[in-house]
């Protein structure tokens, strides 16, 4: 058993863009514990220029719900100092900001493995859904899940405190 | 009980969600997939592949064997795509 008390984390669900920098300063500044910062910024590219936008359905509460449900586990996991998730919802144009995850901690190693979960959590188990709209196509089509990010997030499961579930 | 669809569940039921009245013959969330499948040529369209489909009850993930007695909220959704 550990001592160590864990630390909270800010989960946001929202359409507006977010500022990585400005999120980043809320867990850096004044913070004099931290010795390093991952953030992950996920954007829509624009697949060799032919895709329009992207459109992000989500289950308003259970992706709220979800999200902080792999941040605890993260906090609990990891020796971090600070934990920011902020994932968009509706019309996102190629360029622009999808997702965003920073990790703080006294040394790196916490924050960059902290980061790579939450990332694989967030795109297999985080009820959102992915529409493609492409220039050239009047009608949208879902983007299909990947066997590789299943692989990933399989890649997590610890066997000895059995802490992480995928139903 | 309230039944929500999202993705392409949503676009073939055609219907965002709906409150029904659980039938006594459907006890858990699978057999609720088979007797929305019956109901008519867009659900059935919607729930042809009921293994590939994802289910939550209160907004938390269950399998199909999840029994629905006591249940407000059952989600009915493809394989996430987030990220």
């Not at chain 1, 913070?31 to 989500?58: I, Q, W």
Request: glycine share 8%.
């Amino acid at each position: 058993m550990s001592n160590r008390t864990t630390t909270g984390f800010t989960v946001r669900v929202q359409a507006e863009n977010f500022d990585v920098l400005a999120e980043t300063e809320i867990l850096t500044k004044g913070h004099k514990d931290v010795g390093a910062v991952v953030t992950f910024t996920g954007l829509c590219r624009d697949e060799g220029g032919t895709l329009e936008a992207l459109e992000l359905e989500h289950y308003p509460g259970m992706a709220e719900a979800q999200i902080s449900k792999f941040a605890r586990q993260a906090v609990e996991r990891w020796p971090l100092t600070g934990l920011t998730i902020i994932h968009r919802f509706g019309k996102i144009p190629p360029g622009d900001n999808i997702v965003l995850v920073i990790a703080t901690s006294s040394h790196r190693r916490a924050a960059f493995e902290a980061s790579d979960f939450l990332m694989d959590f967030l795109k297999t188990q985080a009820p959102f859904w992915k529409k493609e709209h492409l220039r050239e196509a009047s009608e949208g089509t879902w983007v299909k899940t990947r066997a590789i990010d299943d692989a990933d997030a399989a890649r997590w499961h610890d066997e000895k405190s059995n802490n992480i579930n995928i139903p | 009980m309230r039944i929500r669809y999202f993705a392409w569940l949503r676009e073939r039921t055609g219907t965002s969600g709906e409150t029904i009245e659980l039938p006594e013959t459907v006890k858990t969330a699978g057999e609720l997939m088979c007797w929305l499948a019956a109901r008519d040529e867009g659900y059935a369209f919607a729930f042809e592949q009921p293994e590939t489909i994802r289910i939550a009850v209160n907004q938390e993930h269950v399998e199909e064997d999840h029994i629905l007695s006591g249940t407000e909220e059952v989600a009915f959704f493809p394989p996430m795509t987030g990220g």
